[in-house]
């Protein structure tokens, strides 16, 4: 009972504020064969006026929610959509997954995003069947998979994806149904650019996918910042230093490509 109060004056302060934000709770989505679904957290903001708006439900990487993922959900919210950054590892126990990036694999989060947009079809200044993901490098693989036939996302009002620097394993992503739109670095050196030129050419329904292999930028490209370097498990299966670049020009690129992108899927 706690909780479903908690919930109902969240959404009320929500529905009460212009371009208001704040913490939710929900239950992720569970498949068949599955394990358990867990309560997800997740920060939502949404434009000023009561709507209703298309959403976009943005997924962190391997190191979890950040400032990063909130700067791009007041971006997203610039544009004229909802956002909602759901939190996929603090209700499973990890906060950083970089080093075992199969601790929570990309089909959980799949699920996650089902869940999320259950959630979001309860809201009422969410326009329904207007949906679309953003995800960024772990968050980019999931949504690789999540565009799959087998994922049944388009049943749950989800229109389009959008990956940056995804993992691309070319034979069991083939099977697209959803428009995507992904964005890698040619230097990327944790999740290869070549992985995703070897997709392209398998996919069985290849309109349905653009790939954007973006000259001289490395992983994480889209974050301001000086050049690091992250332990982080590659294709190779082994753990090491990982470089993380920001390029505004590739920055500049993408955002607007992304923002066209929807405009054009969910508008």
Not at 41 to 70: M, Q
Not at 155 to 179: E, K, L, M, Q
Request: aromatic share 10%; with cysteine.
């Amino acid at each position: 009972m706690a909780r479903l109060i908690g919930l109902i004056c969240t959404l009320a302060f929500l529905a009460a504020n212009p371009a208001a934000a704040g913490e939710v709770k929900f239950p992720s989505a569970a498949m068949p064969g599955q394990s358990a679904p867990v309560t997800l957290s997740a920060y939502i903001l949404k434009p000023a006026g009561e709507g209703p708006f298309p959403a976009v439900i943005i997924l962190h990487g391997c190191g979890g929610p950040d400032d990063h993922h909130r700067t791009w959900a007041q971006k997203i919210v610039s544009w004229g959509y909802v956002a909602i950054v759901p939190d996929s590892f603090t209700p499973r126990g990890p906060k950083n997954i970089c080093g075992n990036t199969n601790a929570v694999g990309p089909t959980l989060r799949v699920n996650d995003v089902v869940g999320t947009a259950e959630y979001l079809a309860t809201l009422p200044y969410v326009q329904k069947g207007k949906i679309g993901v953003l995800g960024f490098s772990h968050g980019g693989w999931t949504v690789l998979k999540g565009v799959q036939e087998s994922a049944y996302w388009s049943s749950y009002g989800i229109r389009g994806a959008v990956a940056f620097y995804p993992y691309c394993t070319p034979r069991a992503d083939a099977n697209v149904v959803v428009p995507t739109l992904f964005f890698i670095g040619e230097k990327d050196d944790w999740t290869p650019a070549q992985r995703c030129k070897e997709l392209l050419p398998m996919l069985k329904r290849p309109d349905l996918v653009t790939g954007v292999f973006l000259p001289d930028t490395y992983h994480a490209f889209d974050r301001p910042g000086k050049t690091q370097w992250v332990q982080g498990l590659g294709s190779d299966g082994k753990v090491s230093s990982r470089r993380l670049e920001y390029s505004a020009a590739s920055t500049r690129a993408a955002e607007t490509q992304t923002r066209a992108y929807f405009d054009r899927l969910l508008r």
